[in-house]
């Protein structure tokens, strides 16, 4: 039990990242950035590829790290920014079909096979209560909270990050104040790049890489619906919590009495639980309209 809850702690602290991308782009923007998935395999197959040619690792993160964050300003200059004003569901359909385009470019480059990613932390174990942890799970929650830390410092602090915080309260008001709303929505699209480029590299680090691990972003959904969608603080809550939930609850108890999958199903329970019964989550905003 030990163990899988130091395996939570790592894959929810990764959720929290991921989970930081929706809430980024929603705050900003009010759309669902479906496409957050394509920007954490762009992030990984990059610093994959450039480690191949020899890159150390380390540097080829952050190589990538750089190169989505550029590529999350085009994104939303080149597909979102047209489709300001357009219904709901055709901004959400463009999310998907970037997604599944991104998923099958990336596969016809690489293969569909999956990669032995370079190691990325210090091989071994760490003892602890007299129980062995990997240390790849250890680095892997501790540079995942680091940086979430960093960031809450950068948005609370921060010049931009305090415009970003005026967009998501008001547009209207941050407009006529002279803050520049399609910089910030910019902005929140090339957060998501970063986030997605962190996350990829620490779950192929973890995991190994092949193109599934969009599917690992897309189960942070649940995640950030379930602290609040809305709610910088409710993406780090909700993504340890959904992430301990997973390795301890469904792994730990589900799986072995029904035989395994439920971890991958787990994420999705919650979030229909949480739609039904608490639909802004536990930290987000709570509106209420009348009809």
């Not at 923007?29 to 020899?54: D, H, M, P, R, W």
């Not at 380390?58 to 750089?66: E, G, K, N, V």
């Not at 357009?86 to 959400?92: Q, T």
């Not at 691990?213 to 602290?227: K, M, S, V, W, Y």
Request: hydrophobic content about 60%.
């Amino acid at each position: 039990m030990f163990e899988l809850t130091m395996a939570g702690l790592a894959v929810g602290s990764i959720y929290a990242l991921l989970a930081l991308g929706y809430v980024l782009v929603y705050k900003s923007t009010k759309v669902f950035n479906l496409a957050q998935g394509s920007l954490v395999l762009i992030g990984a197959y990059l610093a994959f590829a450039l480690s191949e040619k020899g890159v150390p690792i380390l540097l080829a993160i952050i190589i990538s790290i750089f190169v989505n964050f550029l590529l999350g300003f085009v994104v939303e200059k080149l597909f979102l920014r047209p489709m300001l004003g357009k219904p709901l569901p055709s901004l959400l359909l463009l999310t998907i079909g970037l997604m599944e385009t991104v998923k099958g470019v990336v596969g016809m480059i690489f293969g569909n096979w999956p990669k032995l990613y370079p190691p990325v932390f210090p091989a071994g174990n760490l003892n602890l209560f007299g129980k062995d942890i990997a240390l790849t799970y250890v680095f892997v929650a501790a540079a995942s909270l680091i940086l979430y830390a960093v960031f809450i410092w950068f948005y609370q602090k921060s010049s931009l990050g305090l415009n970003m915080r005026a967009v998501a309260t008001n547009q209207d008001r941050a407009s006529l104040m002279g803050i520049n709303v399609k910089r910030v929505f910019a902005l929140s699209w090339g957060f998501a790049g970063v986030v997605g480029a962190i996350g990829g590299a620490f779950l192929a680090a973890l995991l190994f890489l092949n193109l599934t691990l969009d599917l690992f972003a897309f189960r942070a959904l649940p995640a950030a619906l379930l602290g609040g969608v809305d709610s910088v603080l409710g993406a780090l809550v909700g993504g340890l919590i959904l992430g301990l939930a997973e390795s301890v609850i469904a792994g730990g108890v589900f799986d072995p009495l029904l035989g395994g999958g439920t971890k991958e199903v787990f994420g999705y329970l919650v979030m229909l639980a949480v739609l039904f019964i608490r639909p802004y989550g536990l930290f987000g905003t709570e509106e209420i309209e009348r009809l």
